[in-house]
Structures are given as structure tokens and as C-alpha cells.
């Protein structure tokens, strides 16, 4: 004890001092120095005031008070802000702003009244006829389907004119509606309706996703339906496609058997394609393209073993990925023709015309040859312009006049035998045209030309709708410039290969223009070309 005592003894004689001057510092001088402060804070304000002063700043509160530097944060500065004579200002109301109306399109009329009425499928052109018995392959042809249903119609009614066996074709429901169509709970107004009763009474089949897919997961849904029914191969078709067997064939394929056959239809060109491919000594094959992929076969394996479509790039651009990741892994890839196939964005008056049936004409809304042209005849050709501009017009009126009456003396004709190839042929191409006129700015309006199904299930606004899809569109190409660093499908051109997929760096600035914009969209990922 007496140790320790004389330890602390030198401790407390050293460092006494110093503590009890600490004390006298915070107790006694600390307090008149803060009023002092304070004092001479609110005299410096006081002046400010008085003189008008813009560079001191001024404090709001009118009670000033300086804030202890010792005192733990924030406990001068709630006082502030609660300061009750600050006004409270009301948040601004919210005003809903619609958007304008837009004309609508005139309703939806049957373009099929004879299958409506007659509750049984149309009769097949002869020389049409599928062949009996069926041929020893799996021929399945997958038409999606999420909007339009005429259009829908008339492609289905078109490959079974053409000869394509009806129990082979399978329209694919992609509409987001589980079973409404199946209960006959959507109108024909409806953009999503289907029907299917119709599609039955005609002899085909109708399979249903489990929810509305984009195009790359309908694609893999075919693939996965091909797993579970054992289809090796497959055919699938763009529902926005007229087809006929070309009854001219003799004229355009060269490479026809016609000492054993002179005349093919569409399936049975598109059967022999596929003994061909499967032949000996053939490349391994993924894809034979006719009229690229509105009518495609399908090797179901080859697609698997390269990975499937890609979900990822839901819409544009997932065929380019798709096609070019295949050519990468090694598979051939070819393309011919099969029949004649038309890519089209209306849909026919009468469909009934396609089965040749008399009284059935082949018409469509929007015909060139029938629209008005009184605004060109009104023209004087004296009016200051160009005498070789007025030639071509004249020359356009008279052929426009031709064309118009030759329609007209067509008309008893189908009223009494029904229509024939070359008219069909004819008109068929006027909707092709129309369809990409103006560089086909127009061409996927058929998408949005049903406005109708309000209060009915699982309805969608059409234009809020497409308006969701295109966002989709934009953001898929953004996903496909960035995984392979370019803006555009021309990739084998530059040389990419399938193992630069996330690896090269963007060849334009992001800070300028999105993936989806600029760059070679629009070029063909085979050639490179437009």
C-alpha cells in the first residue's frame, strides 16, 4: 500500500495542473466566450440589414442562435427547420392529359361467308389434292398466330388450295388469352380473336402457348413442340403470307422431274426438298429458306445444338442471330423456291376465290387498279411541267385503264367457273406490292387494324399494345448490336465470328446513337446487301 502511495503521489503532483486548468477552461471561460460570440454574430446581422448589404448572407430564422460546437449533430438545426412561421407549400395537383382519339379502322367484316354458312371444309382445286396415302415423312408447317385474324385465314386457306395436307398444318395461338377463344369469349373485333371452330371445320389443328411469347420464344416453343411429338423436321410459315402452287412451273424451274411428273404443288416440292437434304453425300443442314423465312424447313437438332434462338433479342435481329450462329457451327443453309409465296398485309374479300369457287372474285381493299385516279386526269399536262413527265402519266392512265377493264371482263367469268391461276397471280402480287410500297413503311399495319374487345378478357389497348412490342423491338436490337459490338446483321462481311459473341467493343459511339439506331440495319446477314 504504502508503494502505490508513493507512485500516485509524483503522478498527481505532474498532472494535476494540467487537469484543474481544463476544468477552469470549460467551466469559467468557456460560457462569456460564447455569449460574445453570439453577441457579435447578431450585430454583424443587424448591420447587414440595415445597410442593405447583398454579400453577407442572411440568416432566415429570426431567432439566431449559434450552434454549440461540443453539442452532438443536428440539434440546433431541427429548431430551424421546424420553425412554424415557414409557409407550407401544397404540392402542384396532377392533371390526367389523354391523348387525342384516333379514327379507328372500319370494323371487321367475314372474309369467308361460304365456310361460315356451309359448316364444312371448301373443295380443293384437283390438280391440288394432297396425295393419297400420305407421304412416308412428318410434314408438319407451324403458322403463329397473336393478331389479325382474316389475315390468319386466308394464309392457312391458301396452303390447303395449294395442296398442303389440312391435318398437317398447325396454327400455333400466341394471343395471351389462355382458353377465351376456345370458350368463343372474344368478338371478332377483338384483335386477339381466333376462331376456332373455323380453323376445325377447314381440318387443321390448333396448339395454344402457355402465355403470349415474343417471336425468338415462339421459335423455341416450336422447337420444344417438335421435341415432345418426335418431329425431326418441321416447316413454319409468317401467317402475313398468300400461297399458291405455281401451275407455271414448267416455265421457271429447271430442275424439275417432268418426265415423271409434270406438275408439282407447293408440298410436294417442299417434300421433295426435304428427301433431298436428307439425301446421301448432303452437308449437315439446319434451315432451307423459301423466299427466305416466310415458309422455312427446319432441322430440329441442328437448331438445339447451336443453342436455339437466343430470348434475349425477342423480335428484329433474333433471326439474324439465329441464322448466323447456325452458319457458324458449320450447317448449310439453302434456299429455293417451292411455289409461289407472297408477302402480303390484306387479306382478300372472299376467300373463298383461292378455292376457285364460282361467284368467289379475288378483291382486295386498297387495289391500285380500283383506286380513284380523277386527281391525275385533272392535271392539264400544259401545267408547267416536264412533256416527258406528262408522256408517263398518260402512259400510266391508259395502263391503268387496261387494267381496269380487264377486271371488269373478268367478272362473269369467275361469276360462272370461279377464278383462275393467272388472275390470282395477278392480284396477288398487286398486295404485294401495296404492301411494300414506299419501301414498306406501311407494311405491318395489318397488326393494329382490329380496335375492338373492350371489356372482354384479358383485353389489351391495340395501340398501347404495339406500342409495347416496338419498345421491344428497339431494345433487342440493342442486345444484338452489343453482343456483337455492330449495328447491323452484315457480320460475316467483317470478318465476327461466333466466339466474338460479348467480347468486342461497340465499333460506334453509345454516347451518339442507341445499338438500334444507324449503323447497316436493313442488310441481309447472307450477302450483306440490302
Not at 509524483?10 to 498532472?15: G, H, N, S, T, V
Not at 392457312?156 to 398447325?170: C, K, L, M, R, T
Not at 400461297?243 to 424439275?256: F, Q, T, W, Y
Not at 409434270?262 to 433431298?276: C, D, K, N, S
Amino acid at each position: 500500500m504504502r508503494t502505490v502511495s508513493n507512485r500516485l503521489l509524483p503522478l498527481l503532483a505532474r498532472y494535476g495542473s494540467v487537469l484543474l486548468a481544463a476544468l477552469l477552461v470549460y467551466y469559467v471561460i468557456r460560457e462569456p466566450v460564447s455569449v460574445a460570440i453570439g453577441g457579435l454574430s447578431s450585430s454583424l446581422k443587424l448591420a447587414s440589414l440595415s445597410n442593405g448589404e447583398d454579400d453577407i448572407p442572411v440568416v432566415a430564422d429570426e431567432d439566431v442562435r449559434v450552434e454549440d460546437p461540443l453539442a452532438p449533430v443536428g440539434v440546433g438545426q431541427d429548431a430551424r427547420n421546424s420553425n412554424p412561421q415557414t409557409p407550407i407549400e401544397e404540392p402542384e395537383k396532377y392533371v390526367k392529359k389523354y391523348k387525342p382519339t384516333k379514327e379507328p379502322y372500319p370494323p371487321i367484316e367475314d372474309h369467308f361467308l361460304w365456310l361460315t354458312h356451309s359448316n364444312a371444309p371448301p373443295p380443293v382445286p384437283e390438280n391440288n389434292l394432297p396425295p393419297i396415302p400420305h407421304v412416308d415423312e412428318l410434314t408438319p408447317l407451324l403458322i403463329g398466330f397473336t393478331r389479325n385474324w382474316p389475315l390468319l385465314l386466308q394464309c392457312v386457306s391458301s396452303y390447303i388450295a395449294a395442296g398442303w395436307p389440312p391435318e398437317d398444318i398447325y396454327v400455333v395461338e400466341n394471343t395471351g388469352t389462355f382458353r377465351s377463344n376456345r370458350q368463343h369469349d372474344l368478338s371478332l373485333q377483338n384483335p386477339f380473336f381466333l376462331n376456332h371452330t373455323a380453323l376445325h371445320i377447314l381440318g387443321v389443328n390448333v396448339i395454344a402457348t402457355p402465355t403470349l411469347l415474343s417471336f425468338s420464344q415462339l421459335q423455341n416453343f416450336y422447337l420444344s413442340t417438335a421435341l415432345q411429338r418426335e418431329w425431326p423436321f418441321f416447316y413454319w410459315s409468317h401467317q402475313d403470307v398468300l400461297v399458291l402452287s405455281d401451275e407455271d412451273v414448267r416455265k421457271n424451274d429447271r430442275d424439275h422431274d417432268w418426265d415423271h411428273d409434270p406438275y408439282a404443288t407447293i408440298y410436294e416440292r417442299a417434300v421433295g426438298l426435304l428427301r433431298y437434304l436428307n439425301g446421301p453425300d448432303m452437308p449437315p443442314w439446319a434451315t432451307h429458306f423459301f423466299a427466305y423465312d416466310s415458309l422455312a424447313l427446319v432441322n430440329r437438332d441442328a437448331y438445339l445444338d447451336a443453342g436455339a434462338w437466343d430470348t434475349q433479342i425477342p423480335y428484329y435481329a433474333s433471326d439474324c442471330d439465329m441464322y448466323l450462329r447456325l452458319h457458324w457451327a458449320g450447317y448449310w443453309q439453302p434456299q429455293s423456291e417451292a411455289g409461289l409465296i407472297f408477302d402480303v398485309n390484306v387479306a382478300l374479300d372472299d376467300v373463298a376465290a383461292l378455292f376457285r369457287m364460282p361467284g368467289a372474285h379475288a378483291s382486295f381493299k386498297g387495289d391500285p387498279v380500283f383506286v380513284d385516279q380523277q386527281p391525275n386526269q385533272q392535271q392539264s399536262p400544259n401545267a408547267g411541267q416536264d412533256p416527258s413527265q406528262s408522256q408517263e402519266r398518260d402512259q400510266e392512265q391508259e395502263h391503268h385503264e387496261a387494267e381496269l377493264q380487264r377486271e371488269e371482263e373478268m367478272r362473269p367469268w369467275v361469276d360462272g367457273h370461279g377464278e383462275t391461276f393467272a388472275h390470282l397471280v395477278e392480284v396477288a402480287g398487286r398486295m404485294h406490292d401495296l404492301k411494300w410500297r414506299d419501301r414498306g413503311v406501311r407494311r405491318n399495319t395489318w397488326q393494329g387494324r382490329q380496335t375492338g374487345g373492350l371489356g372482354e378478357p384479358f383485353h389489351r389497348d391495340p395501340e398501347g399494345f404495339a406500342a409495347g412490342v416496338e419498345a421491344l423491338i428497339e431494345a433487342g436490337r440493342r442486345v444484338f448490336a452489343d453482343k456483337w459490338g455492330h449495328r447491323g446483321c452484315d457480320l460475316l462481311e467483317l470478318g465476327i465470328e461466333s466466339k466474338d459473341a460479348w467480347r468486342l467493343e461497340r465499333d460506334w459511339d453509345i454516347r451518339e446513337s442507341p445499338g438500334s439506331e444507324g449503323g447497316n440495319w436493313g442488310r441481309d446477314w447472307m450477302t450483306g446487301s440490302e
